[in-house]
């Protein structure tokens, strides 16, 4: 069976590009599922960094067709900028190494526009968003209000019609608020040109992917943020607005379930967050430091998107376990390994202690994670330098014995660690 879903086991950066990238040199096609322009997937390569954010991260290979799935939100602009970065370091990017399905919705200035004012007029309470739109373009389209890739086929005065509807309609909030307002046909014009470009690439990708199943084809399904981050199963409302687990990739694509024969959790060796709400295992101080890294490398813990700290903590296998119970994981894989080096005496929490009582899943509310107690198990952690490592005999015992009790705690085999960026730094067991 062909499908292999790649799915973010905690709040997004967890290293699925370079995951993905690996992936797709036996694959045949790799297809995103959900997201936008939120999404930052860095793939380093020969001591180059490619910074993705809505072409799939399979596009370094050659041979491997690149399709953008309905479930996704497409900023049209940004795309063109992004098809345009690629073929200047020389990618061939033609209608047949990029499909872009028709049925995915398109972010539009007013929603970005309504993504700032939006978090702007919560103050303290903010989500913490990319300020990319998403939310108010995923709004739109369960609103059934939304404007769709495939309108990008319809007769151009018509296309432009509904972009300046969108964007008066917008300009009446923004100016409700005391908000600058935007020039709607200078946001249609901007958006005319992408159009242009993109046109050649739209199609119904849930047929295009069903006849290259049935076809014998292996498609990988990248996803984009992570479970924590998911719209019903994340801490609601500090998550994105769209479904990256599982279940998301069916949706986001149109395939059906019989084709799915793997469903590999990623998850980082240690927890880290962007933006707002409950982080469990939070920590300040020197081990938070060494964990985040100073930013002078593209590795760091800064936003790929929007170059924010990103909040660091140990690993939280409360978390990881309700991952793997909302996306059934047959296998996890876990990177950054290298970056607990050194790091002394490790800890993972293996349940949280909420008002004297003991949990093993996150309760709903984010009330009660706020006040969440981790319960910690300290393992030995190792000094080792571990880049170098490529089988799982070369890696420190007690990195061995880090990785095996995650895999006991989540009751899921860790197959895989990376342990540096470059395509080569991963361990297979
Ligand atoms: P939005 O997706 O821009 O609406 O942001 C909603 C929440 O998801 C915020 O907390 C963002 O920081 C977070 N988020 C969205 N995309 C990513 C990502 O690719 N990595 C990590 N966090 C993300």
């Known amino acids: 069976m062909p499908i292999t879903i790649l799915i ?186 992408a159009a242009a470009v993109l046109r050649p690439f739209i199609r119904d990708t849930s047929v295009y992917l069903h006849a290259a199943l049935t076809a014998g084809k292996q498609v990988v399904c990248e996803g984009a943020q992570g479970t924590l981050l998911d719209i019903d199963h994340g801490s609601y409302p500090f998550v994105t607005s769209s479904s990256p687990t599982a279940g998301g990739a069916l949706t986001g694509l149109g395939v059906g379930p019989l084709f799915v024969e793997n469903v590999l959790g990623v998850a980082k060796a240690f927890s880290t967050r962007v933006g707002g709400g409950p982080m469990p295992t939070e920590l300040d101080g020197e081990i938070a430091t060494r964990l985040r890294g100073s930013g002078a490398n593209f590795w760091d813990e800064f936003g790929t998107t929007t170059g924010r700290p990103r909040r660091c903590g140990w690993l939280d296998v409360v978390m990881l376990r309700y991952a793997v119970s909302v996306n059934g994981f047959s296998e996890m894989m876990l990177t950054k390994m290298d970056i607990l080096s050194g790091l002394g005496d490790l800890k993972l929490a293996v349940a949280y202690e909420i008002d004297g009582v003991r949990h093993d899943y996150p309760p709903v509310t984010n009330e009660l994670l706020q006040r969440a107690q981790p319960i910690y198990e300290s393992l030995p952690g190792w000094q080792e330098d571990i880049s170098g490592c490529r089988t799982f005999s070369q890696l420190p015992a007690a990195a061995r014995d880090y990785i095996d009790r995650v895999a006991q705690l989540c009751a899921v085999p860790v197959n895989s660690v990376s342990v540096g960026p470059e395509r080569d730094q991963l361990v297979l067991r």
């Open 8 to 193: 973010g086991a905690q709040w997004g950066d967890e290293g699925k590009g370079r995951v993905v990238d690996w992936l797709a040199s036996s694959a045949d096609i790799v297809a995103r599922y959900a997201g936008g322009d939120n999404a930052g997937h860095t793939v380093a390569l020969n001591g180059s960094v490619y910074k993705l954010h809505q072409v799939p991260s399979g596009v370094l290979h050659s041979d491997v067709v690149s399709v953008m799935g309905n479930g996704m939100v497409v900023n049209p602009v940004n795309l063109v900028r992004e098809i345009e970065s690629l073929r200047d370091i020389g990618m061939d990017i033609t209608p047949e190494r990029l499909v872009i399905s028709s049925r995915a919705h398109i972010i539009t200035p007013a929603h970005i526009a309504l993504d700032r004012a939006r978090e702007s007029a919560l103050g303290d309470a903010k989500i913490g968003t990319t300020l990319r739109g998403i939310g108010p373009a995923y709004l739109d389209k369960t609103g059934r209000a939304g404007i769709r890739t495939g309108d990008m086929l319809l007769d151009v005065e018509e296309y432009a019609e509904r972009l300046i509807a969108a964007v008066d309609a917008a300009n009446e909030t923004l100016r409700r608020q005391g908000l600058d307002t935007l020039d709607p046909q200078y946001a249609a014009e901007s958006y005319l040109d």
